[in-house]
Nanobody, 127 residues
Framework: QVQLEESGGGLVQAGGSLRLSCAFS????????MGWFRQFPGKEREFVAA??????????FFGDSVKGRFTISRDNAQNQLYLQMNSLNPDDTAVYYC??????????????????WGQGTQVTVSS
């Protein structure tokens, strides 16, 4: 049974930084593609970033709105996923979710392709 737990959310001023963490419980962490999504009120979950499994080369993907500001990394020894968020702005305010899946590369940005989800952590950026 895979369980995911996010941490690191909070309130930050515009221009600031936050680092989100996701703890993975279960087996075969390194075989999963790990992703971050965010959800705005009344909207579908939006792709933020993903890092593929080691078997698929550990490649990284980013949503257009965060490219150049956010970085994603994983620690396969510690079963951890991270999202470093820099140059935050109020439009980044959302609930951020960690997700795990085993999809093909072309489906990496599709939230419906992920099998397991965390409960989410709130990120609020004040102007």
């Amino acid at each position: 049974q895979v369980q995911l737990e996010e941490s690191g959310g909070g309130l930050v001023q515009a221009g600031g930084s936050l680092r989100l963490s996701c703890a993975f419980s279960g087996r075969n962490f390194r075989s999963y593609t790990m992703g971050w999504f965010r959800q705005f009120p009344g909207k579908e979950r939006e792709f933020v970033a993903a890092v593929t499994s080691s078997l698929r080369g550990g490649g990284q993907f980013f949503g257009d709105s965060v490219k150049g500001r956010f970085t994603i990394s994983r620690d396969n020894a510690q079963n951890q996923l991270y999202l470093q968020m820099n140059s935050l702005n109020p439009d980044d305010t959302a609930v951020y979710y960690c997700a795990a899946g085993t999809m093909i590369l072309s489906e990496t940005r599709n939230h419906a392709s992920y099998l397991h989800w965390g409960q989410g952590t709130q990120v609020t950026v004040s102007s």
